[in-house]
């Protein structure tokens, strides 16, 4: 839900100017996608308020325009990179990517991280903000690591669209939500553990 009303607030002409309005827009998203049946929906409810809170809070006193269209260029492959909102502080222009979730420790070193930064490079400063531990980052890999970044996404992108991505198969593809439509299976035998380390019941 928490992305569905980043959606709905970043892509708005006219800004959200009070909780009041905030809350209502909360609880339609709320009713509409919930999850209100949930034993620990009212956790939820309060997380996802929270969540949007510090949303709120660093809106507020901010000036923004309707985000430009990023992009990168590798030959004839265009990688189309999209913020959710572009600020001006005054000295400089953010692109701003927002996550409901937590920084992962390699967040703002990943290869869309490289490509944010990249394409925002020259028309201001590329920040990617989560919502879950209120980090802020502007991202700021040296010229170096994002010339290594840009010849990997270069590679991937060209792959991509020449039709060449093979599946990588390991023992993570039995917990990936593709495994039944990934084919063909891995070879070998699936086989669950159960029952090691309960306690003796006879
Ligand atoms: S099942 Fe998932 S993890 Fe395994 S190769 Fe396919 S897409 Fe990758």
């Known amino acids: 839900m928490g992305l569905i009303i980043i959606d709905e607030l970043t892509g708005r002409r006219n800004d959200v100017t009070n909780e009041t309005e905030l809350k209502a827009i909360v609880d339609t998203a709320w009713t509409a996608h ?44 265009e990688v189309v990179v999209t913020a959710h909102e572009e600020i001006e502080t005054g000295h400089t222009t953010v692109f701003r990517r927002i996550r409901t979730g937590r920084k992962t420790s390699t967040a703002v070193t990943a290869l869309d991280a490289a490509a944010f930064q990249i394409a925002a490079d020259g028309r201001g400063e590329a920040e990617f903000v989560y919502l879950t531990g209120r980090s802020q980052d502007r991202l700021s890999m040296k010229s170096a690591q994002l010339e290594n970044k840009k010849a ?23 917990r990936c939500p593709y495994f ?16 090691t380390g309960l306690p003796d019941s006879t």
């Not at 510090?54 to 990168?72: A, G, H, N, Y």
């Open 180 to 195: 039944f439509i990934c084919n063909p299976l891995p070879s070998g035998f699936l086989r669950k553990k159960i029952g």
């Open 34 to 77: 919930g999850p209100t049946r949930h034993g620990y929906a009212s956790e939820y409810r309060q997380i996802s308020d929270e969540l949007l809170q510090f949303f709120f809070r660093l809106k507020e006193s901010e000036t923004r325009r309707v985000p430009q269209s990023l992009s990168l260029r590798f030959g004839d492959v």
């Open 152 to 174: 990997k996404i270069a590679d991937a992108s060209i792959a991509i669209l020449e039709g060449r991505f093979p599946p990588i198969r390991s023992d993570r593809c039995a």
